[in-house]
């Protein structure tokens, strides 16, 4: 499936929508259909910093738990705290009701790191991960 335009990817199947310095995040269509049902999902609280390509939560499927990296660094400035009660937005809409935080960038030029839709659609054919 053809990844959204407009967003940008990590390598580790999360992706960021930029608007001014601050990103929305979230992981891919990919990430999520690999998993199964996603049945919690940890967020970063807001107010911590976060490093690009830390390890900052994790996505607990009924098939694995897997570790969240922000494909972005900086601070926390809100959580989908709807994910807390429905975390099977994440699998419903992975793009849109499904995302996981919002982040002020501390340096904008994080984007050139991460990949565009057509880079990241040809990473997860080559690799298939």
Same mark, same amino acid.
């Given at each position: 499936?053809?990844?959204?335009?407009?967003?940008?990817?990590?390598?580790?199947?999360?992706? #960021?929508?930029?608007?001014?310095?601050? #990103?929305?995040?979230?992981?891919?269509?990919?990430?999520?259909?690999?998993?199964?049902?996603?049945?919690?999902?940890?967020? @970063?609280?807001?107010?911590?910093?976060?490093?690009?390509?830390?390890?900052?939560?994790?996505?607990?499927?009924?098939? #694995?738990?897997?570790?969240?990296?922000? @494909? &972005?660094?900086?601070?926390?400035?809100?959580?989908?705290?709807?994910?807390?009660?429905?975390?099977?937005?994440?699998?419903?809409? @992975?793009?849109?009701?499904?995302?996981?935080?919002?982040?002020? &960038?501390?340096?904008?030029?994080?984007?050139?790191?991460?990949?565009?839709?057509?880079?990241?659609? #040809?990473?997860?054919?080559?690799?298939?991960?």
């Amino acid at each position: 499936m053809p990844q959204p335009e407009g967003l940008l990817y990590s390598k580790e199947h999360e992706w #960021a929508k930029f608007d001014g310095d601050v #990103a929305t995040v979230g992981i891919t269509d990919y990430a999520q259909n690999s998993l199964g049902d996603i049945v919690y999902v940890e967020l @970063p609280r807001v107010g911590s910093a976060v490093a690009q390509f830390a390890s900052i939560g994790v996505v607990e499927s009924v098939k #694995a738990v897997s570790d969240l990296f922000s @494909p &972005v660094g900086g601070e926390v400035v809100e959580d989908n705290a709807t994910l807390e009660a429905d975390p099977a937005a994440v699998n419903r809409d @992975p793009y849109g009701a499904g995302w996981l935080y919002k982040v002020k &960038v501390s340096d904008l030029a994080q984007r050139g790191l991460l990949m565009s839709a057509a880079d990241y659609d #040809a990473m997860v054919a080559a690799t298939g991960t």
